[in-house]
């Protein structure tokens, strides 16, 4: 099985512009994470896709593989389906380029689904992490997952799902985590659909696939990621690394 990492870059970003480039323990942001996916030793190849030339620069320096995006893009997913159509691969690994923290058992997690898959029905996997304070769970920027019986993903919303009418019965409540293991012929498929009505209108890409008629399996894990989408972030993440 061919399974490689791609690593969407965008170089703007609306509450910290700039951000994969900023320094990090003597190295940029995407350096960071694109070395950290690498030294997982989960993927055959690791490439950087990114608008920006500052990155395709960043990364070439390195003597990193990195790919510049022919098109205009609204979400990771169309970026990477673009990079991989020509590639001869099985499953893609999305890895976020501003998580360089990368927690590697639960993305040998997300491998695992599809080598267990033998009659591949699933579409896709992503990563859940349980909620436990009222304020995660009601704070829109928090994607809220529920599945089926199977861990199968239901629906995804930036409201609060499910509505706890019923307050005798007890209610776990998971976040989506952005991390995402796709099949060749998922990312394809999502490339080819134009958006759907519920994914604009809750600004997430997951509902596209679900709307398309696609099977996300949804595997639970405990590890926060480690995301720098604020100067603040970033100070987190230099604190952390000077710990290490």
Do not use: W
Request: hydrophobic share 40%.
């Amino acid at each position: 099985m061919n399974i490689i990492a791609m690593i969407p870059a965008r170089y703007e970003a609306s509450r910290f512009p700039g951000k994969l480039m900023k320094d990090l323990g003597g190295k940029s942001v995407i350096v960071r994470t694109y070395e950290s996916a690498l030294q997982t030793n989960l993927f055959k190849e690791v490439y950087v896709v990114t608008d920006s030339e500052i990155i395709f620069l960043e990364i070439s320096k390195i003597g990193g593989k990195v790919i510049m995006s022919k098109e205009e893009h609204d979400c990771g997913s169309d970026r990477i389906a673009e990079a991989v159509q020509d590639m001869d691969v099985d499953i893609v690994i999305n890895v976020q380029g501003d998580e360089p923290f990368i927690d590697t058992l639960s993305l040998s997690k997300l491998i695992e689904v599809f080598k267990k898959d033998n009659k591949q029905i699933i579409d896709l996997a992503s990563l859940k992490v349980k909620m436990n304070t009222l304020e995660e769970i009601r704070n829109p920027n928090n994607v809220k997952v529920i599945t089926d019986q199977d861990n199968f993903a239901i629906y995804f919303s930036r409201s609060v799902i499910p509505y706890h009418r019923e307050t005798t019965i007890d209610v776990a409540y998971y976040k989506h985590k952005g991390v995402y293991a796709f099949r060749k012929k998922a990312l394809t498929d999502f490339y080819n659909t134009p958006m759907t009505p519920l994914e604009a209108a809750e600004k997430i890409e997951a509902i596209r696939y679900l709307e398309v008629g696609k099977k996300i399996k949804m595997i639970e894990t405990s590890v926060e990621s480690i995301g720098i989408d604020t100067p603040e972030d970033l100070e987190k993440a230099i604190k952390l690394l000077n710990d290490e």
